[in-house]
C-alpha cells in the first residue's frame, strides 16, 4: 500500500534509518516503511540515488524562465528515476544552500517551490520521478504526492550518504543569460555535468566559453534560456567555440557585445606591401608595418575600456590605370605575396582585413582568389565599390558602385566560407563615401551569424566635410558597425585619437592612410 504524505513531518532520526534501510534494498521502486528496519540487507545493495539519463537531442535550449522552471527543466532532461527529492522555496537562499549542500550526499537533485513552478507541474516531477521521499529545506511547502513521504531536513549529519549516480560524460550546461540558476547548476552537477559560464548567450563571445568548450568538446548540450537563440544555431555555435581558435582580441567574435564585458574596437594601417604610394602601410618593411600597427593601436588604449586590437588593411587587387592582361584594370596581387605581412599579424595577434578593388570584374571572383588566406581565422574581407567598374567604365574617369545584390553574394559565399570551416567570426568591412557607391544599401544582408558587416566611411578633406559625410552615411543605414578613416595627407587637419573618438558614435574600426 504507498505511503501516503502525513499530516506532520516525519522526525528525521525516523527517516534516517527508514532512508537506510531502503538504501539496502534492492527492489528500489518499493516504497521504504518506518517500521521495516529489520531483516538481512539484500547481497546486491541498489542505492537510494538518482538515475541519470542522456539528453535526448545533441543540443537543447531549455526556457528556464525563473529560478523554479530552470530547476525543473534540468531535471527533466537529465534526471530519469529519482526515489530522494530536495526541496526548497525559491525565495529562501539559506533553504536553497543547505539543499544544495545536501544534494551530492543524497544522490538526490533539488527542485524549487514557488510562484515559477506551479504546484501541478512539481507534483508531476515528483510522479515522473518516481520520488518515493520528499526532503524539504526550510519553510516550503511541497505538493502532495501519493506513495511519498514529506520529511524535513534539519539534522544531514544523520541522514545517510549514498552513492552518486554515475556521472553523464560529454554533457554541458550553459548558463549566463537568465535568473540566478544555483539550483539548476547543482543539479547539473549532480549528475556530473559540467556547467560553462556564456555570458551574453554566445559561447564564442569570450575567451573563457571558448576555453572551456574546446577543453570538453562536449556531445550533448543543454542551454538555460531562450536568449540561447534557437538550438540550430546554438550548435552551429558551440561547434565554433569547440575548435578553440580565438580572434585577436580574445573569444571568437569580432565585436562582442557581453554587458559588463570589454568590447572590441580595431586601428588600422591602410595600404599594400612594398608601396608607399598607396598608404602608410607600404611605408616600411614587414616587421616595421607590424610595429607601427602596433603604436598606431597604443595611442587608443587609454581612451575605452574596450580591447584595441591593432589592424592591418591589405590592397590585395590594385586599381589599375590599364586594362592588364586580363582585361580587368584591377591588379591582382599573388596569396604568396601577401603571405608573409598576413602571417606576421596573426603572429603578433592582429588582425588582417584584405580590400579589393575589382575593376571591371565582380567582387565575388576576386575574393575566392583569397580563400587560402581567407581560411586563416584572423583575415577578414574589405569590398572597394570605389573601384568597382562598369563594363565600359576606366578608374579616375568616374566614382564606381557595386549593386547591394553583388555585396550580398559576396556576404553569402563568406559566411558559408566561413561556416563549413568552423571558423572565428569575419569581419566584412564596405568602403563607402558615397550613398551611390553601394546601390540598394537598404537590402544589405547582415543576418548571417558568421559575418560582423561594417561600413567604412572613406571620406577625405576638411573636417566639416567629413562629418557631413558621416552623418549622410548613417542616416537611414542597415544595423552596422562603422569605421572611420583618417588620411596623412589628405585630411586639413587630420584628428588625433582623442579628436576620433570625439567622433559619435564612436568609430568601432579607425583606419590611417
Not at 435 to 460: F, K, N, P, Y
Not at 477 to 504: C, I, R, S
Request: glycine fraction near 8%; aromatic fraction near 4%.
Amino acid at each position: 500500500m504507498p505511503i501516503r504524505r502525513p499530516s506532520v513531518v516525519v522526525p528525521v532520526v525516523l527517516v534516517a534509518a527508514a532512508l537506510a534501510v531502503a538504501a539496502c534494498t534492492v527492489d528500489d521502486d518499493a516504497a521504504p516503511s518506518p517500521s521495516a528496519s529489520s531483516g538481512s540487507p539484500s547481497p546486491s545493495p541498489t542505492p537510494l540515488a538518482a538515475r541519470l539519463t542522456v539528453p535526448e537531442a545533441p543540443v537543447t535550449v531549455l526556457p528556464a524562465a525563473t529560478p523554479e522552471s530552470a530547476a525543473l527543466d534540468v531535471v527533466r532532461a537529465l534526471v530519469e528515476h529519482a526515489p530522494v527529492v530536495l526541496v526548497a522555496d525559491a525565495a529562501d537562499a539559506a533553504a536553497q544552500e543547505a539543499a544544495v549542500g545536501q544534494s551530492a550526499r543524497l544522490g538526490a537533485p533539488v527542485l524549487l517551490t514557488g510562484p515559477g513552478a506551479p504546484p501541478d507541474a512539481l507534483a508531476a516531477e515528483l510522479d515522473r520521478l518516481g520520488t518515493r521521499w520528499v526532503v524539504v529545506a526550510g519553510a516550503a511547502s511541497p505538493p502532495d504526492v501519493d506513495g511519498a513521504t514529506v520529511v524535513a531536513l534539519v539534522d544531514a549529519a544523520d541522514l545517510p550518504r549514498t552513492a552518486p549516480p554515475e556521472p553523464l560524460d560529454g554533457t554541458v550546461l550553459l548558463t549566463g543569460v537568465t535568473a540566478p540558476l544555483a539550483v539548476a547548476a547543482a543539479d547539473a552537477a549532480l549528475a556530473g555535468v559540467a556547467v560553462v559560464d556564456v555570458p551574453g548567450g554566445d559561447p564564442r563571445a569570450t575567451s573563457g566559453a571558448v576555453r572551456a568548450l574546446a577543453e570538453r568538446r562536449p556531445a550533448h548540450v543543454l542551454a538555460l534560456g531562450e536568449a540561447f537563440g534557437p538550438p540550430e544555431r546554438l550548435a552551429t555555435r558551440v561547434a565554433t567555440a569547440a575548435t578553440g581558435v580565438e580572434l585577436p582580441g580574445g573569444g571568437q567574435l569580432v565585436f562582442p557585445a557581453v554587458p559588463g564585458l570589454p568590447g572590441k574596437r580595431y586601428v588600422a594601417l591602410y595600404g599594400t606591401p612594398g608601396t608607399a604610394a598607396l598608404g602608410v602601410l607600404g611605408e616600411q618593411d614587414v616587421p616595421a608595418t607590424i610595429a607601427r600597427a602596433q603604436a598606431h593601436a597604443d595611442g587608443y588604449r587609454a581612451l575605452t575600456g574596450d580591447t584595441v586590437v591593432p589592424t592591418v588593411e591589405i590592397i590585395a587587387t590594385i586599381a589599375s590605370a590599364g586594362a592588364g592582361p586580363d582585361g580587368n584594370y584591377s591588379q591582382e596581387r599573388s596569396v604568396e605575396e601577401l603571405r608573409p605581412l598576413v602571417e606576421a599579424a596573426g603572429a603578433a595577434g592582429q588582425t588582417v582585413v584584405l580590400d579589393l578593388q575589382p575593376g571591371r570584374t565582380d567582387f565575388v571572383t576576386q575574393a575566392q582568389l583569397y580563400a587560402d588566406l581567407l581560411a586563416l581565422p584572423h583575415v577578414g574581407l574589405a569590398l572597394d565599390p570605389e573601384w568597382r567598374l562598369a563594363p565600359d567604365q576606366v578608374h579616375l574617369r568616374q566614382i564606381g558602385s557595386v549593386g547591394v545584390d553583388e555585396v550580398n553574394a559576396v556576404a553569402a559565399w563568406l559566411a558559408d566560407f566561413t561556416a563549413r570551416r568552423a571558423l572565428p567570426q569575419k569581419m566584412l568591412v564596405l568602403h563607402q563615401f558615397s550613398l551611390r557607391m553601394i546601390q540598394g544599401r537598404e537590402r544589405l544582408d547582415t543576418s548571417r551569424d558568421e559575418l560582423a558587416v561594417l561600413i567604412h566611411a572613406d571620406g577625405q578633406g576638411t573636417q566639416p566635410a567629413k562629418a557631413g559625410t558621416w552623418q549622410a552615411l548613417r542616416a537611414g543605414a542597415p544595423a552596422v558597425h562603422w569605421g572611420w578613416k583618417n588620411f596623412y595627407d589628405e585630411d586639413v587637419p587630420m584628428l588625433d585619437p582623442v579628436q576620433t573618438y570625439a567622433v559619435q558614435p564612436v568609430p568601432d574600426l579607425v583606419t590611417y592612410q
